[in-house]
């Protein structure tokens, strides 16, 4: 079977290369990678995007608004919260969670193609 999808020669254009690749060293893309692992459940991508709507949210509205148990939401809330996605702040028995990382409102909003109003 002939596979034209890859290149025949080792190195098309050596300059881009190393460019990129000194770019690349530079990086903390783990940091990319474990970011949409974190957001690639769908309950942490709907509490992300709940949170895009509204600056802060107490954890049983949450629960209610994606459908599942306090203790789930609160589950997922804690990966959230140990990425540094999400912040907390309690309020007698309350738990309110809101972004914590300015990048995540955005992320959203260009994943979803919608309209800034996010």
């Known amino acids: 079977m002939n596979d034209n ?4 020669i080792y190195c098309y254009d050596e300059e881009k290369v190393n460019r990129i690749q000194g770019a690349l060293q530079k990086e903390n893309l783990s940091r990319v990678a474990q970011l949409f692992k974190v957001l ?3 309950n942490r991508a709907k509490i992300a995007f709940a949170l895009c709507q ?3 949210l107490c954890v049983c509205d949450i629960a209610n608004i994606i459908g599942s148990t306090v203790a789930t939401a609160s589950h997922h809330l804690r990966t959230l919260h140990k990425q540094g996605i999400v912040k907390y702040r309690k309020e007698g028995k309350l738990a309110f969670y809101s972004l914590d990382a300015p990048h995540i ?8 193609g919608v309209e800034a109003n996010v």
């Open 5 to 8: 999808s890859t290149c025949e």
């Open 54 to 56: 509204d600056d802060e």
């Open 105 to 112: 409102k955005p992320l959203i909003v260009m994943a979803l």
């Open 40 to 42: 690639a459940d769908e």
